[in-house]
């Protein structure tokens, strides 16, 4: 029950990565670009939303969102068109894929939780598989991230790229703990699986048996 406790634990916390993950990537807050004008807006992975000075300019600015894809390259002053088409493809990618990797190890672990033929938590690979996809999930949410590092000196960098980070650092903390637990497992398993109990600890007062063992857990 312990290590159920713990892989329940694990998947919970992946599951908040995941939330986040869906948070920060809808958003149109990753960079602030200032342009040549002199104007403002907020550019994200799939919309891109100017900034007002005023109120009203502000809730006209919301009506005049648009909507991003694959191989956008709207660059904010002194931004190189393509390095900023890179950055975002890139991180839509990563964010795809951390997307996937999180929700098929949410299904595996509602799979060995159904006690199904083909698959029980007592299977060699059911913690391992999960554990591998949360681990997959916290690398290319590193390498997404890795792409922002160099932006130009008129960008900066928005709030949802700061959840997508808190995002990556739960995946990471998630594959973490199933990780420990496997190894914990592991060493436990080292120990011969039959343990001897020498004659010196038998009971005086019963006869011994020759056969007196007890298994290990592994």
Not at 51 to 66: E, I, T
Not at 67 to 96: I, P
Not at 141 to 169: E, K, Q
């Amino acid at each position: 029950m312990a290590v159920q406790r713990l892989v329940a634990a694990a998947v919970l916390v992946a599951l908040l990565s995941l939330v986040l993950n869906n948070i920060a990537a809808f958003t149109p807050s990753w960079v602030l670009q200032a342009l040549e004008d002199g104007r403002k807006r907020n550019v994200g992975l799939w919309k891109m939303c100017p900034v007002g000075g005023r109120d009203d300019l502000q809730g006209a600015s919301q009506r005049q969102c648009q909507s991003l894809g694959w191989g956008s390259d709207y660059a904010g002053y002194q931004e190189s068109h393509s390095t900023v088409k890179l950055q975002f493809n890139m991180m839509r990618a990563c964010n795809l894929i951390a997307t996937v990797a999180l929700t098929v190890g949410q299904l595996i672990f509602l799979l060995g939780l159904m006690e199904l033929p083909f698959i029980t938590q007592e299977s060699q690979w059911w913690e391992e598989a999960i554990a591998a996809l949360f681990q997959l999930a916290s690398f290319v949410l590193v390498i997404g991230l890795v792409t922002f590092y160099r932006i130009g000196p008129y960008t900066h960098l928005s709030y949802s790229c700061y959840v997508n980070i808190a995002a990556c650092l739960l995946a990471t903390m998630a594959a973490a703990m199933l990780i420990w637990n496997i190894l914990h497992r592991r060493d436990d398993c080292l120990a011969p699986r039959v343990i001897i109990f020498p004659p010196s600890l038998a009971s005086h007062f019963h006869p011994r048996l020759d056969n007196d063992y007890v298994e290990s857990p592994c």
